[in-house]
Each structure stands twice: as structure tokens, then as C-alpha cells.
């Protein structure tokens, strides 16, 4: 792998919890394995005022906490720390970006980062407006001395519109090559194992239709609520907050064609033309696809859990919905009527998420139980975390006498395989960022199709209070009318549990 040049990584919002969590810490593990270039340095600016040192101070607590490479010494900690410097600086403040171009002419001198800057925008989304514009302005977008990369955190939009006018925005003062539109899901190793489970095995590709796959699941489930996010969620929802981004993400790559060549133009091509070929969901007929859940108190293992409505920040008579399921087709020559169920939701019994290939049933049942478990065996599980890895379901005789099927598990785990490092989702994105690999990163058209399909789903729940809110007591498995969603008897959801080979509604207990 070749080396990332040397440059100045500026982080917007740098006194948030995204820097302390994520970002500094990535950073650093990508230090620990010599992965960044000889010159670089971290430049954090936010409005709290806070000199070098205490920055320093704050975001080695955040590497002892977070980073996946826990620091064994101060002597590597510190030559990392000495990267980092901060700036206070009020970014609605236009006069302020003068400021801050000196700062960094001054911080390239110092640190001989070849005027290669990378700008990260880790705040509040209203600031996506302004930050772009200013930098543009003061020249700072310009690349004729060095290269000039803008990363975008999610939410990227609120609706169609929103995110049509951010893309137009970012596009008058950045180049679409320069713009990193994160999603960490991407950064996930087991989501880019989905690429090479199935382009590089000649036993599932041939399978991957709509001739041998009865339907695909996919399941984003959380078991924690909404906690001091309330105030952000009440204005998100599960449908924004996970459905348009992550999960339709990787109904994208179970869905996509074989890219030609797997790089940034040939794999987001792929993944945006599954997007565009979403049927609608008309804005009459969202009740029929789309079920909402909203988690209301109750006990687990004993103890008493708020309802969401109890969270900080959230009204006492709030609809936003904390669960989310939608029935989905795509309509191409590949998936035509194959149905895609998809759900996310917090309060859920266990956290997992992972994609479900459900294949189709011999066409004859020849044996005694046959028919009655043929719909459940021949599935490929994918999971993607926790207990990273693949399953596969099939049916096995039960020895004995006559023919007695049962259903049997054949199973992959990340963790068997030895000394494996499973690089964190920020740390692979930064670092193909640095190395000017946007493969990973979402393009501004297939954004904008995710938010085209779950436009009138949010329009329908936001005009129509006779769409109902299912309440659903937290720590079980979301409302049980999203089963009707699936109209064939005989199958629900998989109810999968903390370990990839389990599975039922109380394994968790
Ligand atoms: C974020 C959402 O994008 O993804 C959170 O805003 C959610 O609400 C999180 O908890 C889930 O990410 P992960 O990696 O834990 O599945």
C-alpha cells in the first residue's frame, strides 16, 4: 500500500464527542501502525476556548478510552499528541476563516505538511451551509499548491430536498472528487466482506437471483435507546437515522451487480444504480409497506426501562419512531419481485445486525417434515457485528430411522482466525481519505436516490396521523404487526441473537 502525503487534518467541531470517541482516537491507531505520512498534524477547532494543552490533555483521555490499540506507554502517546493542536474559533463567524487561513499557512510552515489539507466537518449539520462557502472564499478549496479533501458526516440531508440543496451547496465550492460523504457502516470490515463473499466465490454468485433467493432480510437492531441524544432523535427517527443510510446501503451491495473493477467510479456505480431502480413507495400505499414502532416502558432482566417518551429532550406525546420496518423491491432484471424486508430499531432485545438470504425451497418435498421446515433452511446469514462472520443453514437426516429432516448450521467466525486486527470503521475511512480513495464513501446521486425512496414514507408518517405508532415494550422485538409485513404464512423475521449460530425470540435472557 503506498504512503498517505504529508497533510494537516482540520476537524470542525473538535470539543464534540465524535472527535474524543472517534476520531482522534482512529487517528492514533493508524499512528501506532506507522500508517500516517512522516509529516502530518491534527488541527481541532471549536468554539470552546481551550489552548494546545489542554486539548492535548482531553484527547489522550479519549485514545486510553477508545482507541482499539490501547497505548501501553506515554513515550508513543505523547510524540502523537505533539500532532494536535486546536484553534478556538466560532465557525458561523465569516470573518473568522481569514483567521483561520493564517493559522494554517503557519501550521503547514511549521509542520512541512506540503499544503495538503483535509477538512473534516464533525458539527451540527446547519454548519454544512456555511463552512463549505467560507473555505471557498478564502481560497482554501483551491488546489493548484495541494490537495484539498472535504469530509461530510451523516445526517447528510433531512429529505430529498434538503439533501438535494446540500449536494448543490458542497458542489459550488468543492469538486465531487474532492468530497468524502461518510457512512461508517462502509468503513465496517464485515460490510466490505460482503463485496468478497460474493464476487469471489463461484458457489453463491450463480445463486444470487431472483431464481434461487425467495427474499432477503436485513436486520439493524440496537438494544440501547436513545439516551442524552433525544433532543437530535425527535427530528430523526429510525427511518432517517438508519434506514436511508446504513441499511439501504447494504441492500445496495447485496443487491448490486459485478462492478468491472473494484474501485471508487465502478463500485459507487453499481451501488446507485440499485438505488435508482427502488420501486417507489407511494405516499397512499406507505401503510402497506412500512411499519413504525415506538419503544414504551417496561422491564428487562428485571429492571425498569424508560419509554421513549420518558428520554430527555423528547415530548411527552412524541410520534417519532424508534423502530422502523419496510417491505422493499427492486426492480431490475436481477430482483424483479423478490421482496427485500428490512428493519431497525432501539430497545431491541439484543444488538446485531446482519443480512438474511433466504433461498427458495425444493420444488418437491420428499421427506416426512419436509415442507414444514423447508421455508427456514438454506439461509445465508451475514452478520455483521457483533460475532462477525457467515452461516450457512441446511437441512441434515436425523439419524435413526427412516428420513427425518432437521435444520444444521455450518459457520465462519472472525474471531477464529488468529491475529486478526479488524481495523475501527473511522480508521479505515480516514485513512482511504488520506490516501484519496473515495471508494467507501457515498456519491452525491446515489445519497439523493436513498432519500427519493424514503421521501414519502416520511411525508405519508409526518401528514397522516391515521398511520399508526405501534408501541412496543422495550426489550422485545419491536411491534409484532411488522410480521404482516412478510404476507406468507409460515415465515417472521429471523429473531437472531448475540451469537451468530442462535436464534429465537428469548435466547438473550
Ligand atoms: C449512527 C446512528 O449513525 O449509527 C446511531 O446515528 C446508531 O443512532 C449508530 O446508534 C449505529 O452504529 P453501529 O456501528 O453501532 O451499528
Known amino acids: 500500500m503506498h504512503q498517505a502525503k504529508n497533510h494537516i487534518l482540520v476537524i470542525f467541531g473538535a470539543s464534540g464527542d465524535l472527535t474524543y470517541r472517534k ?32 486539548f492535548r490533555k482531553k484527547m489522550k483521555e479519549g485514545i486510553q478510552q477508545f482507541a482499539l490499540n490501547k497505548p501501553s506507554d506515554d513515550g508513543k ?31 503547514d510552515e511549521a509542520c512541512q505538511t506540503d499544503n495538503n489539507i483535509i477538512f473534516y466537518m464533525a458539527t451540527p449539520p446547519s454548519m454544512y451551509e456555511i463552512i463549505p462557502a467560507q473555505l471557498a472564499k478564502q481560497g482554501l478549496t483551491d488546489e493548484s499548491q495541494g490537495f484539498r479533501r472535504l469530509i461530510v458526516e451523516k445526517p447528510f440531508g433531512y429529505d430529498l430536498e434538503t439533501a438535494q440543496k446540500l449536494n448543490a451547496d458542497l458542489l459550488n465550492s468543492f469538486h465531487e472528487e474532492q468530497i468524502y460523504r461518510i457512512d461508517h457502516y462502509l468503513g465496517k470490515e464485515t460490510v466490505q466482506n460482503l463485496l468478497v463473499t460474493r464476487f469471489s466465490n463461484g458457489i453463491f454468485e450463480p445463486l444470487w437471483n431472483r431464481n434461487y433467493i425467495h427474499h432477503v432480510e436485513i436486520t439493524g437492531a440496537e438494544n440501547i435507546g436513545v439516551g442524552m441524544r433525544g433532543g437530535y432523535y425527535e427530528g430523526s427517527g429510525a427511518l432517517r437515522d438508519m434506514i436511508q443510510n446504513h441499511l439501504l446501503l447494504l441492500v445496495g451491495l447485496v443487491a448490486m451487480e459485478p462492478p468491472t473493477l473494484i474501485d471508487s467510479y465502478n463500485i459507487r456505480n453499481e451501488i446507485a444504480k440499485v438505488f435508482h431502480s427502488l420501486r417507489p413507495i407511494k405516499e397512499e400505499e406507505v401503510s402497506k409497506y412500512a411499519i413504525r414502532g415506538q419503544y414504551t416502558a ?26 422502523a420496518a419496510i417491505k422493499l423491491f427492486i426492480d431490475n432484471w436481477r430482483w424483479a419481485d423478490v421482496p427485500f424486508y428490512i428493519r431497525s430499531g432501539k430497545m431491541l432485545p439484543t444488538r446485531v445486525t446482519e443480512i438474511v438470504i433466504h433461498f427458495k425451497s425444493t420444488p418437491h418435498h420428499l421427506f416426512v417434515n419436509d415442507a414444514n421446515i423447508s421455508k427456514n433452511y438454506n439461509q445465508l446469514v451475514i452478520r455483521i457485528q457483533p460475532d462477525e462472520g457467515v452461516l450457512l443453514k441446511f437441512g441434515m437426516k436425523v439419524p435413526g430411522a427412516g428420513f427425518k429432516v432437521q435444520n444444521v448450521n455450518m459457520d465462519f467466525h472472525y474471531s477464529d482466525l488468529s491475529d486478526t486486527y479488524l481495523p475501527s470503521a473511522y480508521e479505515r475511512l480516514l485513512l482511504d481519505c488520506m490516501l484519496g480513495d473515495s471508494t467507501l464513501y457515498h456519491r452525491g446521486d446515489a445519497v439523493e436516490a436513498a432519500w427519493r425512496f424514503v421521501d414519502p414514507i416520511l411525508k405519508a408518517w409526518k401528514k397522516d396521523d391515521s398511520i399508526p405508532v405501534h408501541g412496543y415494550p422495550a426489550g422485545t422485538w419491536g411491534p409484532d404487526v411488522s410480521d404482516n409485513l412478510i404476507e406468507e404464512e409460515d415465515i417472521t423475521w429471523r429473531y437472531p441473537c448475540k451469537n451468530l449460530a442462535n436464534d429465537g425470540n428469548y435466547c438473550e435472557l
Open 77 to 107: 502517546l505523547n510524540q502523537y499528541l505533539e500532532k494536535l493542536h486546536y484553534f478556538s474559533f466560532d465557525t458561523k463567524e465569516p470573518d473568522e476563516y481569514c483567521l483561520l487561513k493564517g493559522k494554517l499557512r503557519e501550521l
Open 298 to 323: 417496561s422491564h428487562i432482566k428485571g429492571e425498569a426501562v424508560k419509554g421513549y417518551r420518558d428520554e430527555t429532550g423528547v415530548a411527552p406525546d412524541s410520534r417519532t419512531e424508534t423502530f
Open 23 to 54: 476520531l482522534v482516537p482512529a487517528v492514533f491507531d493508524l499512528f501506532n501502525q506507522g500508517l500516517l505520512p512522516e509529516k502530518f498534524a491534527i488541527l481541532g477547532l471549536g468554539r470552546t476556548e481551550l489552548g494546545n494543552r489542554a
